[in-house]
Protein backbone atom coordinates (compact mmCIF):
# COMPACT_ATOMS: atom_id res chain seq x y z
CA UNK A 1 0.00 0.00 0.00
CA UNK A 2 1.19 3.51 -0.66
CA UNK A 3 0.71 6.20 1.37
CA UNK A 4 0.98 9.98 0.32
CA UNK A 5 3.48 12.14 2.86
CA UNK A 6 4.70 15.62 2.92
CA UNK A 7 8.34 15.35 4.71
CA UNK A 8 8.81 19.60 6.40
CA UNK A 9 11.12 17.69 8.26
CA UNK A 10 14.90 17.66 8.89
CA UNK A 11 14.85 13.99 8.88
CA UNK A 12 14.30 11.15 6.66
CA UNK A 13 10.87 9.55 6.42
CA UNK A 14 9.54 7.50 8.77
CA UNK A 15 10.86 4.02 8.75
CA UNK A 16 10.74 0.68 10.33
CA UNK A 17 13.46 -0.61 12.39
CA UNK A 18 13.94 -4.01 11.21
CA UNK A 19 11.47 -6.65 9.01
CA UNK A 20 9.04 -7.48 11.80
CA UNK A 21 8.42 -4.09 13.44
CA UNK A 22 4.46 -2.77 13.31
CA UNK A 23 5.32 0.92 13.54
CA UNK A 24 7.65 3.21 11.95
CA UNK A 25 9.53 5.35 14.06
CA UNK A 26 8.73 9.10 14.21
CA UNK A 27 11.88 11.74 15.06
CA UNK A 28 11.42 15.16 17.12
CA UNK A 29 12.06 17.69 14.30
CA UNK A 30 13.14 20.36 16.29
CA UNK A 31 16.27 22.64 15.92
CA UNK A 32 17.45 22.56 19.64
CA UNK A 33 17.01 19.92 22.59
CA UNK A 34 14.10 20.14 24.61
CA UNK A 35 14.40 19.98 28.33
CA UNK A 36 11.04 17.81 29.02
CA UNK A 37 10.76 18.81 33.30
CA UNK A 38 9.60 15.99 35.81
CA UNK A 39 5.97 15.00 35.89
CA UNK A 40 5.04 17.73 33.00
CA UNK A 41 4.40 17.40 29.11
CA UNK A 42 5.62 19.02 26.13
CA UNK A 43 4.08 18.79 22.40
CA UNK A 44 7.02 18.32 19.85
CA UNK A 45 6.21 18.35 16.26
CA UNK A 46 7.66 15.54 13.52
CA UNK A 47 6.90 18.00 10.57
CA UNK A 48 5.41 14.97 8.15
CA UNK A 49 1.85 14.93 6.66
CA UNK A 50 -0.37 11.74 5.57
CA UNK A 51 -2.49 11.32 3.40
CA UNK A 52 -4.06 7.49 4.01
CA UNK A 53 -6.75 5.84 1.24
CA UNK A 54 -9.89 5.36 2.84
CA UNK A 55 -10.51 2.63 5.29
CA UNK A 56 -7.08 3.15 6.86
CA UNK A 57 -5.87 5.21 9.98
CA UNK A 58 -2.67 5.46 11.85
CA UNK A 59 -2.13 5.21 15.50
CA UNK A 60 0.31 6.95 17.14
CA UNK A 61 1.74 4.73 20.25
CA UNK A 62 4.35 5.05 22.19
CA UNK A 63 8.51 3.84 22.46
CA UNK A 64 8.98 1.01 24.88
CA UNK A 65 12.73 1.92 25.21
CA UNK A 66 11.27 5.24 26.37
CA UNK A 67 8.65 4.05 28.58
CA UNK A 68 10.56 1.58 30.19
CA UNK A 69 13.96 3.03 30.56
CA UNK A 70 13.02 7.00 31.62
CA UNK A 71 9.03 6.78 32.00
CA UNK A 72 8.66 8.41 29.20
CA UNK A 73 5.47 8.14 27.47
CA UNK A 74 3.60 9.20 24.41
CA UNK A 75 -0.17 10.28 23.85
CA UNK A 76 -1.62 7.40 21.86
CA UNK A 77 -3.66 9.31 18.72
CA UNK A 78 -5.34 8.06 15.62
CA UNK A 79 -5.11 9.86 12.55
CA UNK A 80 -7.75 9.38 10.47
CA UNK A 81 -7.45 9.11 6.62
CA UNK A 82 -9.76 12.85 6.00
CA UNK A 83 -6.60 14.28 8.12
CA UNK A 84 -4.02 16.94 6.44
CA UNK A 85 -2.94 18.40 8.83
CA UNK A 86 1.05 18.26 10.76
CA UNK A 87 1.68 15.40 13.17
CA UNK A 88 2.61 16.37 16.45
CA UNK A 89 3.65 13.98 19.59
CA UNK A 90 2.72 14.58 22.68
CA UNK A 91 5.49 13.33 25.55
CA UNK A 92 4.55 12.93 29.24
CA UNK A 93 7.56 12.47 31.80
CA UNK A 94 6.85 10.71 34.45
CA UNK A 95 9.67 10.12 36.23
CA UNK A 96 11.08 12.39 38.77
CA UNK A 97 14.16 13.87 36.78
CA UNK A 98 14.05 15.98 33.61
CA UNK A 99 14.63 14.44 30.18
CA UNK A 100 16.17 16.36 26.90
CA UNK A 101 14.47 15.26 23.67
CA UNK A 102 17.28 15.98 21.15
CA UNK A 103 16.83 16.54 17.37
CA UNK A 104 15.91 14.03 15.11
CA UNK A 105 15.38 11.40 18.66
CA UNK A 106 12.59 8.71 18.08
CA UNK A 107 9.84 9.49 20.45
CA UNK A 108 6.99 7.47 19.12
CA UNK A 109 5.92 4.72 16.50
CA UNK A 110 3.52 4.96 13.76
CA UNK A 111 1.28 1.94 13.47
CA UNK A 112 -1.28 2.15 9.88
CA UNK A 113 -4.26 0.07 10.30
CA UNK A 114 -7.11 -1.10 8.46
CA UNK A 115 -10.77 -0.42 9.81
CA UNK A 116 -14.06 -1.68 9.67
CA UNK A 117 -16.89 1.00 10.18
CA UNK A 118 -20.27 -0.28 12.33
CA UNK A 119 -23.85 -0.16 12.12
CA UNK A 120 -25.19 -0.54 16.09
CA UNK A 121 -28.24 -2.75 16.31
CA UNK A 122 -29.65 -1.93 19.52
CA UNK A 123 -30.89 -4.50 21.50
CA UNK A 124 -32.31 -4.92 25.38
CA UNK A 125 -29.51 -7.75 26.05
CA UNK A 126 -26.46 -8.79 24.88
CA UNK A 127 -25.47 -12.70 24.42
CA UNK A 128 -24.31 -14.57 27.12
CA UNK A 129 -20.47 -15.47 27.01
CA UNK A 130 -18.37 -17.93 30.04
CA UNK A 131 -16.73 -14.36 31.29
CA UNK A 132 -19.82 -12.33 31.09
CA UNK A 133 -18.96 -8.94 32.91
CA UNK A 134 -16.06 -10.15 34.47
CA UNK A 135 -13.10 -7.30 33.65
CA UNK A 136 -10.14 -5.89 35.26
CA UNK A 137 -8.42 -9.40 36.07
CA UNK A 138 -10.98 -11.46 36.25
CA UNK A 139 -9.37 -14.49 34.24
CA UNK A 140 -6.40 -14.58 36.49
CA UNK A 141 -2.58 -13.66 36.38
Request: proline share 4%; net charge negative.
Amino acid sequence: MEVKIVNKSNHRLPEYATAGSAGMDLKADILEPIVLKTHSSVIIPTNIYIQLPEGYEAQVRGRSGLAFKYDIVSHLGTIDCDYRGPINIKLFNLSNNDFIVNPGERIAQLVVAKYERVEWDEVATLDETERGEGGFGSTGR
